[in-house]
């Protein structure tokens, strides 16, 4: 983990002076935990990312805006490597956790390290309890006793288990869809990610499991670094310390949130924001 | 007549079908039923008696002299029979489903299944043909001496080997039949579980074997099952493929598994011929009874199977 110094700082418009003095006011104390460089990304032929490069800061929550098909999701997916399981998909650039560039760790360990949650929830069609033990089980982390603490203490997390407690033996299948989701977000922290993907978590969700999942986020923040796909800009302006617009598979503008929204650089954000477009 | 009562009488025909079928072999082999007792179940002999002897009168049914009808060695050779088909084929196509949902590029991945299925409309005479002409001989004087050579400390799988034709043959051509049913239909179904399970489970660091086993199996659990009912029914009936490769043991029970069988379906085909010979026409009503109680086990065996996917399904419903 590097300090954000002259060489490492968070990118944003090339030669805005602005922009890196206000940065670096604000996160100059946080450290570094991914950071993301001259990444160029294609689906066969197509390229659907271009020289992005971005740094996210640790135990912060950075928000990445935009409109659909501008490579949110995938830009997303390559943190993990996730992107490897889509046949005919190709990376250039760089990604590297805690300095260590991922490709060169096990791929096991960069998912355990950086978990996922999705769109849609996708609970597995085994019980609550199964759920949430699944990728201690996978990765073969501690025995019974351990496993049921864990899953107690990740459903705590995920600020599921008052609603829960007393049937965590029934099917995940018969959560509500806001409780499915917490559930997903449960499971993916049993195994102690230290950095958490959510890809529009709350594209499907009323306003009422949104906001549970936005104040769990904010709890998760201060053991956890979060990086949140959303649709939703009030969401964005909510939850996030950082906020990156991206269009067109550019990153166009990266910064504190704040300024993102009441003072940003460039007119496509600008217009974006003000709902011109997208 | 509008769609609902169209299918609702269609499926009526399906049960009525059903049991005419039964009921017809139920009455016309009544007599021999009444004849051969319980004895039919469980004795070990099939003789029709002296052909041109004068029939004689046995509890008030003419009979020839000499006639016993006992086929507890057809019930041994075709249980025994698709339970090693089963044993073989339920794993095979197992692999095979998962090889071809998950295994393989995409556009390699529509041409094998395509085969699979091919595979599947084979009519079972040509697998007879095809075991008859060239897996017998090599079972026979390679693969099997092997056997008995080296795993014949497993029960059943030692002592003598003979020609090829019998129980372990019948089950290998068997399996063969029913293995593309049971991977094509697993297939399906694997392929149309929801991509977003399998990434949940990568996204958790489950290899593709890992997320294979431990998500895409259990959520086909059902199919698997299904499927595997439908290939016993199949296994248990097919009469063409057994009958040209099990070596027609006729009276005795098989002592390892190279031993020759008969099965009840392809009994029924074998010895129908001899069987119109006997003018008291007991000989094929026994004939009808095998049919009857081929079916019996037949229902039986789905029966069970359903009861078990019910109450899988009631574990998961308390689960849910
Ligand atoms: N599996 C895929 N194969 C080919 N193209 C894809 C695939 N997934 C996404 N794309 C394309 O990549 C672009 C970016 O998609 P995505 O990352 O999903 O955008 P976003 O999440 O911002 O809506 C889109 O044009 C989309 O059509
Ligand atoms: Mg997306």
């Keep these: 983990m590097g300090n954000l110094t002259e060489s490492n700082v968070i990118t944003g418009v090339p030669g805005s002076e602005r922009f890196v003095q206000d940065f670096e006011k604000g996160v100059l104390q946080s450290t570094l935990k991914i950071s993301v460089s001259q990444l160029n990304f294609y689906y066969g032929p197509r390229q659907v990312l271009f020289d992005v490069s971005l740094n996210i800061a640790d135990r912060k929550i950075t928000a990445l805006i935009g409109p659909s098909g501008c490579g949110k999701s995938t830009f997303l997916r390559t943190l993990n490597r996730l992107h490897e399981t889509i046949h005919g998909t190709r990376m250039e650039g760089e990604v590297l956790l805690d300095g260590q560039n991922i490709l060169e760790l096990d791929v096991v360990r960069v998912r355990r390290r950086v978990g996922m949650v999705f769109q849609k929830s996708n609970p597995f069609p085994k019980s609550i309890f199964e759920n949430v033990a699944y990728g201690l089980k996978i990765n073969k982390m501690g025995g019974r006793g351990l496993i049921q603490e864990i899953v107690e203490k990740s459903l705590h997390r995920a600020a599921l288990w008052e609603e829960v407690k007393d049937h965590i033996h029934k099917s995940a299948y018969s959560l509500s869809g806001g409780q499915q989701q917490r559930l997903c977000i449960a499971r993916a922290l049993a195994v102690d990610p230290e950095v958490l993907l959510l890809d529009e978590p709350c594209s499907a969700l009323d306003p009422i499991a949104t906001a549970k999942i936005e104040d769990l986020l904010m709890d998760l923040a201060s053991t956890c670094t979060i990086v949140i796909v959303t649709h939703n800009m009030q969401q964005a302006a909510r939850v996030a310390d950082h906020t990156g617009f991206f269009l067109l598979g550019k990153l166009i503008e990266f910064n504190k949130t704040d300024i993102i929204f009441k003072n940003p650089a460039r007119k496509e954000t600008e217009d974006y924001i003000t709902g011109r477009f997208g | ?320």
């Design chain 2, 1 to 320: 007549m509008n769609f609902r009562r169209f299918t609702a009488l269609l499926a009526c025909l399906g049960v009525g079908i059903i049991v005419v079928i039964v009921a017809f072999l139920a009455v016309y082999s009544w007599p021999a039923v009444r004849l051969n007792g319980w004895g039919f179940l469980f004795d070990n002999s099939w003789d029709l008696g002296q052909l041109y002897g004068n029939p004689i009168t046995v509890h008030g049914q003419q009979i020839l002299p000499g006639a016993h009808y006992g086929i507890l060695f057809l019930i041994v050779g075709t249980l025994l029979s698709t339970l090693i088909a089963l044993a073989i084929a339920v794993p095979v196509g197992v692999g095979a489903a998962l090889f071809l949902a998950e295994g393989m590029p995409p556009f390699l991945r529509s041409w094998l299944s395509f085969f699979v299925e091919l595979l599947a409309a084979v009519p079972s005479v040509v697998f007879g043909l095809w075991g008859y002409v060239v897996v017998i001989p090599f079972l026979g004087q390679r693969l099997f001496p092997f056997m008995a050579k080296w795993f014949g400390f497993i029960p059943f799988f030692g002592g003598s080997t003979g020609s090829g034709y019998g129980l372990l043959t019948a089950g290998f051509v068997l399996a063969l039949m029913i293995v593309p049913l049971i991977a094509a239909t697993l297939r399906d179904a694997l392929v149309s579980q929801p991509a977003a399970l399998r990434e949940a489970a990568v996204a958790l660091g489950a290899s593709r074997f890992e997320t294979m086993r431990t998500v895409l199996l259990p959520a086909t659990r059902r199919v698997l099952i299904g499927s595997s009912i439908l290939a016993t029914g199949r296994a248990l009936g097919e009469t063409m493929a057994v009958l040209m490769v099990s070596g027609n043991a006729l009276n005795y029970l098989p002592h390892n598994i190279y031993t020759p069988i008969s099965t009840m379906a392809s009994f029924i085909v074998s010895q129908l011929d001899s069987a119109l010979q006997d003018p008291t026409g007991m000989a094929v009503r026994s004939l009808a009874e095998v049919a009857l109680v081929l079916c019996m086990i037949s229902i039986a065996v789905n029966g069970l199977a359903r009861l078990l996917l019910y109450y899988e399904g009631r574990q998961r419903a308390s689960v849910a």
